[in-house]
């Protein structure tokens, strides 16, 4: 009887855990490059602090890749900059962070005493089943948000200074691989 709860055991977990990715896989799709309307978490922010200086944010949901994010900063900062009527802009502050959640996905069929010794535990390591094997898998997902604070230069500030970034070459190579929302989304 033993042989057959642990040969079925990480059949179910694995089989759990392939509906739970499958489903989350089915239902996300990386953010678009879009703004982030009110109520949204995800998408592009920009602000004007001063005539030369602007924030500009981009924010991931947790299928958008940290490469993706920041790039979509920068394809952001290139259009505030074209925007402005300027032509070169430079990074004066430029971060990405990381927030982290943890979900809990149970697994395996639930009964009497889940999770006590009776049930799991005895005749699993000597005690009460919990510590080497859970009847929860971990999930942990990331979002990443992008943060930069750009300063628009003018024609001569551009030439004296090595940091500028030329906001029609940035559109012209990230610009194509920027993913427009789709029709029904906003």
């Known amino acids: 009887m033993n042989s057959v709860k642990s040969f079925t055991r990480p059949l179910t977990r694995a089989f759990t855990l392939l509906l739970a990715a499958g489903l989350l896989a089915g239902c996300m799709t990386p953010t678009p490059y879009a703004p982030r309307t009110e109520g949204q978490k995800t998408g592009y922010t920009d602000r004007a602090l001063t005539n030369t200086r602007y924030r500009v944010t981009f924010t991931g949901n947790s299928v958008t890749p940290r490469e993706t994010v920041e790039n979509y900063l920068l394809l952001r900062a290139a259009e505030v900059t074209q925007a402005a009527g300027y032509s070169t802009f430079m990074f004066d502050t430029r971060n990405t962070k990381a927030d982290h959640t943890y979900d809990a996905i149970p697994y395996g069929p639930p009964g009497p005493?889940?999770?006590?010794?009776?049930?799991?535990?005895?005749g699993g390591w000597g005690g009460w089943g919990f510590a080497y094997d859970p009847a929860v898998d971990i999930v942990v997902r990331t979002n990443y948000e992008a943060y930069a604070e750009i300063v628009l230069l003018t024609p001569g500030q551009a030439a004296r200074e090595p940091r500028s970034i030329?906001?029609?070459?940035?559109?012209?190579?990230?610009?194509?691989?920027?993913?427009s929302p789709k029709p029904n989304q906003t």
Do not use: C, K, Q, S
Request: proline content about 4%.
């Open 113 to 122: 005493y889940w999770g006590g010794g009776f049930y799991r535990g005895w």
């Open 166 to 179: 030329n906001a029609a070459d940035v559109i012209r190579h990230l610009g194509p691989d920027a993913v």
